[in-house]
């Protein structure tokens, strides 16, 4: 190379880099992986010592990536928070090693090594034992100030108890969201229809940097601490250190090993290999750390990394599988998401079966044909993905995959704005799935509060033709006797893009045998979960020959069946069969294939195919079919249903119109909406001005509302639930007046009271001429200070000055007596 050369390619690698730092740290996005940024910075790095007289100081190389937000206050960092660096390998490793034995002249030395966990690095110090600041890494150099926010993480000491607590100290940890609680948010954002984040690190580090520690609070973040600096620790060794944190109280994940050579650092990355799937958080490797402080010192730091200390990173595993098949998911808003159905094959800890493959795009640039030969990763992520196609592999007649043109729930056919990755289904009354969405929401807790109505109820009911929009809702008490039996057809069922039904191996095997019940099955396949489907049905033979049980009736069914997999030449899934083969064995073949599978298409349910074959079946095949029902509406469940939704005709007003799901009309807009008029009739008859002239109503919502009551059928439903006595305007509440000892008062109640619930206190402030007011301000009179109020509350109004009474200061300042309430 050279140095022109090498000095335009620095250029452009500094440029990519910064850009992908910018993403990572302020933006919380990532467009690439981490090993293709580990790359890019190493090549750097390279090029930069081979021409050291185009190193900038201020190339990526030489700092930290973060960098600090213009939201918060910031501090400067008593000691640096620095990067770690990176190895991929176990010979990087072992340069690593010789490098360290060679800086402490060979004399003896241990790691303590920890898993790297990827969450947001946090600083936190300690004056006296009380926590005075929480610090975020910044640039390496200074930081922004978020102590409200980390306060409201409940495991993070505010004091620390104990003896010979340093006058001065500071404690590092990571900040992370665990994947249950991500996976929570989410599952609720989809339900909402926001946008999903995009994985715990990201969320962790968007969360801590919220504005309203309120809102961080309820994202139940968590901490692991593992490291403690400063002047007089009274430590010399970083086990001790680790053993005083615990010691203090503060979450150190019990996950450390200190070992005293590489090799015993090589073996505890192996045992964590696997293992680290199972923790509550991603890691994304390991950290080993020189344990001995003084012999730290004598290693030193490069620009932006201590030598002491390395990490090494776990590379996302690949396996080689076969692509049996492509099935399309139709979310709630109608958007379709390809998955790829794969022949089982180990990867990191566990079998995949599935992969996804997010969109039209992905599947053109795998380049995939059918039957391909495919490369499957798990990285950080729960789904593993495709990376790329193995061509030699590929079989001669093979045709490229066709991207399906219509809706496999609903026969529609398919769009695709220009601005979006995915096709999506416009038929958005009628498509099930996106019916399910629209009841959900309108179910919703925050909405009408039916919470009798689960997710698996709802989607029988719409499969089976009970429900298509909210207001069919409330016709289903007069349908009460026809529910009984109803299939509830949980994920006992697949679909193909021709939206051919599947239903699930247990249950089919269940339903073709006799003597086996279904949870000696389940256990079968359990231990068979890494084998193939016909693995499997043959493994299946061995068993019921072993077992003893009908042998030469359930081996000669399932061996039929084992025949037609391959006769039928319909698309494979694991775990699944088709359902039509299936109902082909036990109807004592009334009907021939190809005839069933023309009627197994686009139906939901075994109940509904048989409602439209209208077959002659004797007891015993009803018995058998019966097997592959899945569980069934009983009274019990359908009157606690009824009840449930006759309660939820008290909601009010505006939890109604949240609940219609109005466009761009979240819960808050709907209150706005609701008390600005009162009625439902007056928001539909307001005029585009009248709309924006609210405060809080801007254009979109504005037009969305219009657009909303411009369809017929949303003032049909309107109509059906206002008959129904669903509340479509403000009851107004008539106010009591009990005296006057507030008047001209703004006052606010945080914590728990012991004589008033939320709104009652409300009430009771206002019945008493106050006023009450939401948030902290220095307009406040007072604050009610009632039980476990939130220490960034206080924390607010201590610095605003405000006066803090209790709950029984304030009954006494009403009442005079705090009995007479
Ligand atoms: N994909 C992208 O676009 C992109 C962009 C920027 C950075 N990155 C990735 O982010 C990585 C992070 O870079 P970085 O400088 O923030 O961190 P780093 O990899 O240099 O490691 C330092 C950080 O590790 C964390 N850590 C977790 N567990 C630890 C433990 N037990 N001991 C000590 N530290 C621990 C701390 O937060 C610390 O700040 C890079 O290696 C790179 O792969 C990716
Ligand atoms: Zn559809």
Request: proline letters at 3%.
């Amino acid at each position: 190379m050279t140095p022109d050369q090498a000095k335009a390619r620095i250029a452009q690698l500094t440029e990519q880099i910064n850009y992908h730092n910018f993403l990572y740290y302020q933006e919380d996005k990532t467009a690439i992986s981490d090993l293709e940024f580990d790359q890019l910075l190493e090549e750097l790095i390279r090029l930069e010592l081979e021409f050291p007289e185009f190193l900038s100081p201020d190339s990526p190389s030489q700092r930290v990536g973060g960098a600090i937000t213009k939201d918060f206050e910031t501090a400067e960092h008593e000691f640096k928070m620095l990067s770690l660096g990176n190895t991929y390998s176990e010979e990087e490793l072992l340069a690593f090693d010789e490098r360290v034995a060679k800086g402490l002249d060979s004399r003896r030395y241990s790691y303590f090594c920890e898993l790297k966990f990827d969450g947001v690095a946090i600083s936190l110090v300690y004056e006296k034992g009380k926590l005075i600041r929480a610090v975020t890494r910044g640039d390496g150099t200074r930081g922004d100030v978020i102590t409200e926010n980390i306060k409201t993480i409940k495991n993070i000491p505010l004091h620390i108890k104990g003896e010979n607590i340093p006058e001065k100290l500071e404690v590092r940890g990571e900040i992370f969201l665990p994947r249950r609680e991500f996976d929570k948010i989410n599952a609720e954002r989809e339900a909402n229809g926001d946008p999903l984040l995009a994985n715990p690190r990201n969320a962790a580090s968007g969360t801590v940097k919220m504005q309203d520690s309120g809102l961080v609070a309820k994202r139940k973040l968590n901490c692991y601490f593992y490291q403690m600096l400063g002047d007089d620790i009274g430590v010399n060794f970083h086990d001790e250190a680790i053993h005083l944190m615990e010691k203090w109280g503060f979450n150190v994940s019990p996950t450390y090993k200190k070992c005293e050579n590489v090799q015993e650092v090589l073996q505890y990355i192996e045992s964590w290999r696997d293992k680290r799937h199972t923790l509550p958080l991603d890691i994304d490797g390991v950290v080993l750390k020189i344990n001995d402080f003084d012999q730290r010192e004598e290693l030193g730091f490069t620009a932006k990394t201590p030598r002491w200390a390395i990490a090494y990173k776990y590379q996302a595993e690949s396996a080689e599988s076969e692509l049996l098949s492509i099935t399309y998911q139709v979310g709630r808003t109608g958007a379709i998401t390809p998955v790829a159905n794969l022949a089982p094959v180990k990867l990191a800890g566990t079998t995949v079966k599935r992969a996804s493959l997010h969109n039209a795009n992905e599947i053109e640039r795998l380049g995939l044909y059918e039957g391909d030969t495919v490369l499957v990763e798990k990285g950080g992520e729960i789904i593993p993905k495709i990376t790329a196609v193995v061509l030699k592999k590929r079989k001669p007649d093979a045709k490229p995959i066709q991207y399906i043109e219509h809706c496999p729930e609903c026969g529609t056919l398919l769009e695709r704005k220009e601005t979006e990755a995915k096709h999506s289904c416009p038929n958005a009354q009628n498509c099930p799935p996106q019916i399910l969405g629209r009841i959900e929401h309108f179910v919703h807790k925050r909405a009408m509060d039916i919470d009798s109505m689960g997710t698996e109820r709802i989607r029988a009911l719409i499969d089976q033709d009970y429900i298509s929009n909210p207001a069919d809702i409330y016709d289903l008490e007069a349908k009460k006797d026809q529910l009984l039996g109803l299939e509830m057809n949980q994920d006992q069922y697949q679909k193909t893009e021709e939206g051919l039904l599947y239903i699930a191996l247990h249950k089919a095997l269940f339903g073709l045998t006799e003597g086996i019940s279904l949870t000696e099955i389940k256990d079968f396949l359990e231990k068979q979960k890494d084998s193939s489907l016909f693995e499997t049905l043959k493994s299946f033979q061995t068993y019921i020959r072993e077992s003893n049980k009908k042998v030469a009736q359930n081996v000669g069914t399932i061996q039929r069946l084992e025949e037609l997999l391959t006769e039928a030449k319909l698309p494979a899934m694991e775990d699944f069969v088709p359902v039509p083969l299936v109902l082909f064995l036990l109807t004592g073949k009334q009907i021939d294939l190809p005839e069933l599978v023309q009627q197994c298409k686009q139906e939901s349910t075994v109940h509904s195919i048989l409602l439209k074959l209208n077959l002659e079946l004797n007891d015993e095949q009803n018995a058998r079919i019966k097997k592959l029902k899945s569980n069934t509406f009983q009274a019990g469940v359908i009157s606690n249903m009824i009840e449930g939704i006759n309660t939820s005709k008290n909601q009010p007003f505006e939890k109604v119109l949240f609940g219609l799901g109005i466009r761009n009309i979240g819960e808050n807009t709907a209150q706005i909406l609701a008390r600005h008029f009162k009625n439902i009739d007056a928001l539909k008859s307001a005029s585009m001005q009248d709309l924006l002239e609210i405060n809080g109503i801007g254009e979109i919502v504005a037009q969305s509302i219009q657009d909303f009551f411009s369809q017929e059928e949303n003032n049909q439903i309107i109509a059906r639930l206002r008959e129904k006595g669903i509340k479509f305007e403000i009851v107004e509440a008539v106010k009591t007046i009990l005296g006057h000892q507030l008047e001209g008062m703004k006052i606010l109640a945080s914590g728990k009271l012991n004589h008033f619930k939320r709104d009652e206190i409300v009430d009771f402030i206002e019945a008493n001429g106050g006023q009450y007011v939401k948030a902290v301000s220095k307009n406040l009179d007072f604050i009610i200070e009632g039980e476990d109020m939130g220490p960034s509350k206080k924390e607010k109004a201590k610095k605003l000055g405000l006066k803090m009474i209790s709950e029984a200061e304030f009954l006494e300042l009403v009442n005079g007596n705090a009995q007479n309430r």
